[in-house]
């Protein structure tokens, strides 16, 4: 029996298996493997330079800096499997992990799986999902289909903004389609977009439907939610920078969620409604989804998973 299971291998999952294996609680990680489309080591995989993570005055790429934490996890003692949990079971104690290799018993675990991003279920999603529609600029941006091309950048917030600027590396043109008439980014982010000439925002406007040629996508339907008047324009890409919704399928019926899936915490701890059971990092921050936080948050259910353990 393990006395701490990590699931999760993002800033959050790596900062409590460093904690607790300098505890000396040998804990298990399950670092998951493309769980929910993200490889392991999580969202910062998907972005480019960091500069706001404390310790890198020159930035750092998301990759190296999460190449870096799973380095010092597995030097603290930490053992890893490249496997994605199916399966909880919290109502047994000890608890059960289920994954592809079997079911692990464990006296605590820290969850730790993150978000990942929305979609909308527009109109020709599924059948172009892949074939220029993406929800990951950084993963897809630099493709062959995308360079020199219009492309369209849906979401009205700082990830929006940071993946329409990525886009302009490799685009003709970069729309974005926000459905108020502000943006919800920062005024840092904000002025970036307004200053870069690649960059072209349409207020009020939603997405109707994607077109394509069977193989590709060609052209969005769009719809002005102020007159309602529909138009069709010329894409050869379209990304999605809509927010995330967090991993918490599997933890349904077995723990405290708020209303857009979010595992709820005691304030100022990671505990949730389960004694043993701890959740850090963006599975329950629906507020900062900084990666500082979900590491900060990964320390604490550390050191509150290790004083349960003593008890
Ligand atoms: C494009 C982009 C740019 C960003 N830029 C910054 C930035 O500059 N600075 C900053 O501070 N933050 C940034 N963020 C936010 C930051 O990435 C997140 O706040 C942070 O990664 C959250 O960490 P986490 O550990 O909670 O989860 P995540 O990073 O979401 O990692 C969760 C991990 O768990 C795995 N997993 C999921 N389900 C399972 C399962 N069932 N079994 C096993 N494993 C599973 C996933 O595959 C993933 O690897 C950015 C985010 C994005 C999307």
Redesign the pocket.
């Known amino acids: 029996m393990e006395n701490l299971i990590v699931?999760?291998?993002?800033?959050?999952?790596?900062t409590a298996a460093i904690y607790a294996g300098q505890a000396n609680l040998k804990p298990l990680m399950?670092?998951?493997l493309?769980?929910?489309g993200?490889?392991?080591?999580?969202?910062?995989?998907?972005?480019t330079d960091?500069?706001?993570?404390p310790g890198f005055p020159d930035g750092v790429s998301?990759l190296e800096l999460m190449f870096k934490m799973r380095e010092q996890t597995l030097k603290s003692g930490v053992k890893i499997l490249t496997?994605?949990?199916?399966k909880v079971e919290l109502d047994v104690n000890p608890f059960r992990v289920v994954?592809s290799s079997g079911t692990y018993e464990t006296k605590t675990l820290i969850i730790?799986?993150?978000?990942?991003?929305q979609r909308l279920g527009a109109k020709g999603e599924d059948q172009y999902w892949q074939k220029g529609v993406s929800a990951?600029a950084?993963c897809d941006g630099g493709l062959p289909i995308f360079r020199n091309q219009h492309l369209v950048v849906i979401g009205g917030g700082d990830?929006a903004i940071?993946?329409a600027l990525y886009l302009t590396k490799f685009a003709r043109k970069v729309t974005m389609l926000v459905r108020r008439n502000v943006f919800r980014a920062s005024k840092t982010m904000q002025a970036k977009a307004f200053h870069n000439a690649q960059i072209e925002i349409m207020w009020h406007t939603e997405l109707a439907g994607i077109l394509g040629d069977g193989k590709k996508i060609t052209h969005l339907k769009i719809r002005n939610n102020q007159t309602n008047k529909l138009e069709t324009i010329d894409v050869a890409g379209l990304f999605y920078a809509l927010g995330?919704k967090p991993?918490t399928e599997?933890f349904k019926g077995q723990l405290e969620m708020d209303e857009t899936g979010y595992l709820v915490t005691k304030p100022n701890s990671t505990m949730t409604n389960i004694p043993g059971v701890f959740a850090?990092?963006?599975?329950q921050?629906h507020v900062?989804?900084?990666?500082?936080?979900?590491?900060g948050s990964?320390c604490m259910a550390a050191l509150e998973a290790e004083r349960y353990l003593q008890i």
Do not use: K, W
Not at 9 to 14: E, L, R
Not at 38 to 47: F, N, P
Not at 83 to 86: A, D, I, Q, S
Not at 280 to 283: H, I, L, R, S, T
């Open positions: 699931i999760g291998s993002g800033p959050a999952g790596q399950f670092e998951g493309m769980a929910g993200i490889a392991a080591g999580g969202q910062l995989t998907t972005t960091i500069h706001n993570f998301g496997e994605t949990v199916e994954s730790a799986n993150g978000a990942i991003a990951c950084v990830t940071e993946e995330h991993n599997m850090a990092g963006d599975v921050d900062y989804r900084q990666a500082i936080v979900a590491a990964g």
